[in-house]
């Protein structure tokens, strides 16, 4: 507090001065118990001495056409209602308090928690500058509830003003910011919510949420500093809200809004659009791939080329349905022939993962069936491929909705042919798919060795794990071997089969390098 050269006075004047002097030193030292809550003592938690409710705050950004009609209405908050107090002037008054109160730290207010290393989500005012476009977007969608930082104790510490001595208070004066001010009284005896007013704890000012946004400056509750000169502020922030820039401020604030959720709506929009347009295209490949699939059919041609004759079934049937379908041709045209890098899901390459797509979700569906199923029967055989690699082809049998029916399940690659290589093999690829064996009831082989030996066949081994895994020889590979020893009886037909076997034979060795 500024220090002022006292007046030369009487003898008289000055016991009046010397009783008022120790009048004010014993009030300053009744009032000291009030100011216990702000002393830190080594044993207390500083964050445990000043507790303070923060008020609730609403996310939404709520313009009220209230706000835009503010009218110049009197008897809203009086002068006295801002803290005023009275204070000596003399230095022996200040070191007397000084003696009593040594540590006086400055109260922290809790109501708000500013972020300095993210001033765009920070709920201190002060923090916004230099105001950039992403703090403009944040808080013009999150309103302005979520940094009012209004204290619900009524305690501004960071706000306190001092004033020289004046003629009504020669003694000085000490100004701070009121609750009062969040509010307005309109004509018709309304109390009305100034949202638009925010507080700083930091730098102990008041700034307009909707002019700081829209960046109006028109004034100081618009800049860094904010606006903190408590004499006759009624009628500062009534000018504020009255003026043009104000309103204009609010309207710039809601039209900003809507405006961004006008542009995102358009970004959905156009998403939906181009999801359901490759939804739509996807549905006539797949039903082309399927077609092919269901009848063994081939895709592909010698290229690749829409309206050439050697492109395969799959362009071809694309085309012939296009003929038929303005928006298949309209995308054959736009996205055909395009080449690399462009999406158009007619490609050999898309094909190929459609096709291992939809063998996925039929596996999942013919394991799902079998589970719910329970029990099931299993028949194996080997059979060579393209390239004479022996693959053992694994198919099971069992009821839908009391139906048998008999599924293909896979091909597991084969690195022995010998008994026990081939149980394991067919035992891990079941306990691969959550398959329990001990629901088999049934296996059916041919009538090899390795596979229908009683002792150590494949059969056993299985039954060895399952003992209820019955054995049934295949009827049609039995067949086969009947029709074989029947051909036997004739010579001619031995000798003419024999050649073929040793033809084959020939050939298959050349084919291979050499190794059967």
């Known amino acids: 507090m500024p220090r002022h050269k006292a007046f030369q006075m009487s003898g008289a004047k000055k016991r009046q001065a010397a009783k008022a002097k120790a009048e004010e030193l ?42 835009i009609r503010v009218a110049a209405d009197t008897g809203a908050l009086n002068d006295s209602d801002i803290e005023c107090e009275s204070s ?84 000085g004066r000490k100004r701070s910011f009121n609750s009062r001010l969040f509010y307005t009284t309109s004509h018709n005896g309304e109390s009305q919510n100034r949202q638009w007013l925010l507080y700083s704890p930091s730098k102990g000012s008041v700034y307009c949420f909707y002019c700081v946004l829209m960046r109006s400056n028109k004034d100081k509750f618009c800049t860094a500093e904010g606006f903190s000169s408590w004499e006759n502020v009624n009628e500062r922030i009534k000018l504020h809200e009255q003026s043009k820039s104000h309103v204009n401020s609010i309207l ?33 490949v797949v039903a082309v791939i399927k077609f092919l699939a269901q009848r063994a059919m081939p895709f592909r041609g010698d290229d690749e080329v829409l309206g050439s004759v050697h492109n395969g079934n799959f362009l071809g049937i694309l085309e012939l349905i296009a ?23 007619i490609s050999s390459t898309i094909v190929e993962e459609l096709i291992q797509l939809m063998a996925d979700k039929v596996h999942a569906t013919i394991v799902a069936e079998l589970k719910r199923a329970k029990y099931f029967s299993v028949s194996v055989d080997s059979t060579p491929d393209l390239t004479h690699a022996d693959q053992l082809t694994v198919i099971v049998r069992y009821l839908l909705r009391g139906e048998p029916v008999e599924r293909f399940m896979t091909f597991l690659q084969l690195g022995s042919h010998k008994a026990e290589a081939l149980v ?3 035992l891990d690829y079941f ?34 794990v399952n003992p209820f895994a019955f054995y049934i020889p ?6 086969n071997l009947v029709g074989v020893s029947a051909a036997d009886c004739c010579v001619v037909a031995v000798s003419f089969f024999g050649f073929v076997q040793q033809l084959y034979t020939f050939f298959q060795l050349r084919r291979t390098g050499g190794q059967c």
């Open 323 to 345: 003929q038929f379908d303005p928006f298949l041709l309209n995308h054959l045209q736009q996205y055909g022939n395009a080449g690399r890098g462009v999406p158009s899901y």
């Open 252 to 284: 710039g604030a809601r039209n900003f809004r809507s405006e961004n959720a006008c542009i995102d709506h358009c970004i959905e929009q156009q998403l939906e659009n181009s999801k359901q347009y490759w939804v739509n295209v996807l549905r006539r």
């Open 431 to 464: 306990k691969a798919e959550t398959i329990d064996f001990s629901d088999c009831r049934g296996q059916s082989y041919d009538n090899a060795s390795n596979m229908s030996g009683k002792y150590t066949g494949m059969q056993a081994r299985l039954r060895d």
């Open 474 to 479: 295949c009827t049609t590979h039995s067949l």
């Open 88 to 171: 000596s002037s003399e230095s022996s008054s200040e070191e007397a308090v000084a003696d009593v109160l040594p540590i006086l730290p400055v109260p922290v207010d809790h109501t708000c928690h500013s972020d300095k290393a993210d001033p765009c989500c920070s709920n201190d005012p002060s923090d916004w500058f230099p105001l950039s476009s992403a703090t403009v977007s944040h808080w013009v969608q999150r309103g302005p509830d979520g940094c009012r930082n209004e204290n619900k104790a009524n305690e501004y510490p960071a706000s306190v003003r001092h004033h020289g001595p004046t003629s009504k208070a020669p003694k």
């Open 26 to 67: 014993k009030c300053a030292v009744d009032k000291a118990p009030r100011l216990d809550r702000f002393l830190v003592h080594s044993k207390t938690n500083p964050d445990e001495v000043v507790e303070t409710e923060v008020a609730p705050s609403s996310s939404s950004l709520d313009i009220s056409m209230t706000e």
């Open 424 to 426: 394991q093999d067919l």
